[in-house]
């Protein structure tokens, strides 16, 4: 009996193991849908839970104005906000958005003017206001110069704009000039800096791919109007067909000119002399750059002749809205510059309203109250 019974529970043994393994299989198999569970609710959590302290970058949504965004996590911040700040952001969740708004009639509910007016417009990338759209403005200005630097910084502080200064070349710093047989003769060394100049500029748009820009000299005065006006002009200019669009111009044939939009004071213009404040686009800089490089004349006679043989598309403001101030005490820093014409004067002058301002006890928007709902055309 005593054998036969240890003999029975050696048997057992096997068949107790195997089963214990069994057990064991089929509670981790209970388990396993239980451990998946969690794994997706964490997942879930870790993307649409509450997001981080930190919020996102405001310069992702610099070109929208609309009500502040629900704070963006770091796992997934929005691509704009990693362009620095000397290149261009690709389009990313900001432009989406424009895009978007784009649909939407102003009618339905808009209540911010401004957006009312992005949303019907076919506004460049950078709306940018402090730009008036564009998304650089350039002002070419002499080292030496500071006084006109002073008043141009004036004017863009009482308009509330940003302008980008450039340092102008001079025949000292101008550096290579190309060789070129046809070059106009009596062409002065004073005509070949400005050339380069302007030249730089061009250089500059394209290397970092603006999408457009304003250019604009040191001695001019600006239309009170450029804030309202220039971002309407834009929306009406044909998208991605100009190449150089004049705000400011000192054209004596404008009698000549085809009116594009009657409206604002859009032309085709005749003969646009000048290069004192004028918008370029990419495609007019990347033009420009290619067509004026051997420098063959004077530069504002060089594009009149590009656009004359249809080389670029070319629109202005009729009458300007930019103008050259000059007289006796603040003459051209190139010797061979024509006086300005009688025409050359503005109906809302920035100069004379930031004079008063200073001397005034009166609130900046009083200077803004009677301007021109439009240009009417002068022929």
Known sequence: ???????????????????????????????????????????????????????????????VRDPPRRPTTAR???ADTAASSDKVATPGL?????????????????????????????????????????????VINLKKRTDRKAQMLLQADFLGLQFKFTEAATPETMGYIPKHKKRLKGMSEFQLACWRSHM???????????????????????????????????????????????????????????VFDGDLGINRPYEPYCLHGYAVSRRGARRLLHKLSNAATAIDFHVI????????????????????????????????????????????STVKAYSNWVK????????FRNLVKSYPQRH
Not at 324 to 330: G, L, T
């Open 94 to 138: 900001a432009s989406a958005v424009a895009a978007g708004l784009q649909a939407i009639s102003p009618t339905q509910g808009i209540g911010n003017p401004s957006l009312a007016e992005v949303t019907q417009s076919k506004q460049p990338t950078s709306t940018n206001a402090r730009k008036l759209g564009f998304d650089e403005i350039y």
């Open 200 to 258: 730089n500029i061009y250089l500059d748009i394209v290397e970092r791919n603006l999408t457009s820009a304003l250019i604009l000299e040191d001695d001019v005065d600006l239309d009170l109007t450029l804030p309202r006006d220039i971002p309407r002009a834009l929306a009406k200019l044909p998208a991605n067909d100009w190449d150089v669009f004049y705000v400011g111009h000192c054209g004596p044939y404008e009698d000549k000119s085809t």
């Open 76 to 78: 997934f911040k929005p």
């Open 360 to 367: 005034e006890d009166r609130p900046k928007d009083y200077y």
């Open 1 to 63: 009996m005593g054998a036969n019974h240890k003999g029975l529970l050696a048997s057992d043994k096997p068949s107790s193991y195997h089963a214990k393994r069994r057990s064991d299989h089929h509670r981790r198999h209970r388990m396993l849908p239980w451990v998946i569970g969690v794994a997706v609710i964490v997942g879930l959590w870790l993307l649409f839970g509450p997001p981080l302290a930190s919020e996102p970058s405001a310069s992702a949504f610099d070109d």
């Open 305 to 348: 002749g590009l656009k004359n043989t249809r080389q670029i598309a070319v629109y202005s403001f009729q009458p300007p809205r930019i103008v050259q101030r000059r007289d006796e005490d603040n003459p051209s820093d190139i010797p061979q510059s024509k006086p300005i014409l009688a025409s050359q004067t503005l109906q809302h």
